[in-house]
């Protein structure tokens, strides 16, 4: 059997090779990797010896010979085939042992010249790993230093590949080629023109391609979508960025479905906003992808008691997220409702005891991104009628130093954290956002309506409801009041600040009202819109 090896990252070959080697696989190999398995004492038939073509053009032609296609491509059960190897001095090329120039983490350096974009572009790798991939039922096709460790183990047991292997092999073979060619795809399509490209090579890159290849990979599939008439799949990102929900890990409860994992995520991404250094333990309930109820304490029961009372009707059947351990005396009080999903960064040993006597609950583990890191997508897509749009993630960071107070009344230190706390919130309520907020817990959140003056009055009514008193309270406004009259419903509500961002052509009007009502209030200059 002939084995053909030429890759670019070396991780694991020289044992790989070795072991092939020591299973009666003739070594074919190219230029450094020729060179890389002969120190290490392997005997190696460079391809320019295997093809009688001496490699040129820099290495640029090497593998694109007919002898090395005719012997990834030829059928094995095909008489003419092996007649037409036969009559041209050919052999078969029975394993192919490929991975290909690092194009995508050469473009990541922001100093990337094109020149060096262009010659990390494989010619030579994707053709023949094609032309393997494509007649797999004879070729097993290896791409990725992952797969060594179990072809290896076949090869051992049964001297050769199964079809179902060869096929597995195959298919992430195409992936692969897919992942790449949309790489480069991308890249190229996102230099605007050939004026962008300076002496020096460098170039000028748009933050949207011409050309989008979006590249996912499917992690499970779902028992229904968001109704049980549509049927649906969960798949992550390529590269997912850390502290994401597909790096969670689920340790007890039912499989998760469609809307649990998109409720899980709005929940996450709100709690994860809280530095459980700088801000305490955060509790964040989910219903319908909208915080239900958002506070910080000293510890997990703290912060759930404080959030589950902000709208105990709504927590039923929601999620709940954390950003620290939750212990055993605050899953004692969890477990007195019904929850859908708990996340949290860890988990007592005490606590998973205790929702051993829930098992339907699903339990997700996560970790928190490592600080400095972007811990969510960098890009956000939403589809439309055979389109897509996509815009920079909502990441924008609050310098408290950055708020304009504008009217006569300040806030006090105590209120300007909460009025902080409360813009953290609502960030992730569907727009219109109204939030009230004291000491640390939400008292009532208005969110989804067609009016800025419905979510003000929903917000104050859901508060009535759950017996929490609004005065002295702060609001938060994820966009800026178009009238007055939203002021004055938050005021005769009790709240004593506001924080929003400003921007109407009114604004003096809503700032007169304010003054008028004893109300502080603060502008930040950002918009949170979240449809």
């Known amino acids: ?131 393997a991939a494509k007649n797999w039922k004879d070729v097993g096709v290896v791409t990725d230093p992952s797969q060594y460790t179990q072809v290896l183990e076949e090869l051992r047991a049964h001297k050769s590949l199964s079809p179902r292997s060869r096929f597995a092999l195959a298919v992430a073979a195409f992936q692969r080629i897919g992942q790449y060619d949309s790489a480069i795809s991308d890249y190229l399509s996102s230099i605007r023109s050939f004026d962008d490209i300076d002496e020096t090579g460098r170039v000028q890159r748009q933050a949207f391609p011409a050309q989008t290849c979006l590249q996912f990979v499917k992690l499970q599939d779902l028992r229904y979508g968001e109704n049980p008439h549509q049927i649906a799949a969960f ?34 991404e709100c709690v994860k906003s809280f530095d459980p250094v700088q801000d305490g333990v955060a509790c964040v309930i989910v219903k319908h992808a909208n915080p239900c109820g958002v506070a910080v304490g000293t510890a997990a029961v703290e912060a759930y008691d404080k959030a589950f009372r902000t709208d105990p009707t709504s927590a039923f059947g929601g999620i709940i997220a954390f950003n620290d351990v939750v212990d055993e005396c605050a899953a004692h009080l969890i477990s007195k409702q019904f929850v859908e999903v708990l996340l949290a960064t860890d988990y007592t040993p005490g606590a998973l005891e205790v929702f051993k006597n829930k098992a339907n609950v699903r339990i997700l583990q996560i970790a928190l991104p490592p600080q400095g890191c972007a811990s969510s997508q960098a890009i956000d897509c939403k589809r439309v009628g055979s389109g897509l749009l996509m815009q920079s993630a909502d990441d924008a960071q609050l310098d408290p130093a950055s708020l304009r107070t504008v009217t006569k009344r300040e806030a006090t230190p105590q209120q300007m954290r909460d009025l902080l706390f409360a813009w953290k919130v609502c960030k992730f309520v569907k727009s219109n956002a109204i939030v009230y907020c004291k000491d640390g817990m939400t008292l009532g959140i208005g969110a989804g309506q067609m009016s800025r003056l419905d979510s003000a009055r929903i917000a104050s009514t859901k508060a009535q409801a759950a017996q929490l008193s609004l005065q002295g309270s702060v609001v938060a406004s994820d966009a800026f009041f178009p009238f007055r009259d939203g002021l004055d419903v938050l005021a005769d509500a009790g709240a004593a600040c506001v924080i929003q961002p400003g921007g109407s052509m009114r604004d003096q009007e809503v700032i007169t009202a304010a003054d008028e009502r004893n109300v502080a209030m603060v502008f930040t200059g950002v918009r949170h819109f979240r449809h």
């Open 1 to 131: 059997m002939n084995v053909l090896i030429s890759v670019s990252d070396k991780t694991g070959i020289r044992e790989f090779a070795a072991g092939l080697h020591a299973l009666g696989m003739r070594l074919l190999s190219t230029g450094g990797t020729a060179k890389l398995l002969r120190d290490d004492g392997l005997p190696v038939t460079e391809i320019a010896e295997f093809t009688g073509f001496p490699e040129m053009l820099d290495g640029r032609v090497k593998t694109l010979h007919p002898k090395v296609h005719a012997g990834l491509l030829a059928r094995r059960d095909v008489p003419e085939h092996m007649t037409a190897l036969q009559a041209h001095g050919l052999e078969t090329i029975d394993l192919l042992v490929v991975n290909l120039y690092p194009f995508e983490a050469t473009v990541a350096r922001a100093d990337c010249p094109l020149e060096d974009a262009i010659e990390n572009i494989d010619i030579g790798g994707p053709a023949m790993v094609r032309s």
């Open 235 to 268: 798949y992550r990102d390529l590269h997912p960025a850390p502290g994401t929900i597909v790096t969670a890990r689920q340790l007890q409860g039912k499989e998760l479905s469609y809307n649990n994992i998109a409720d899980a995520d709005a929940a996450w």
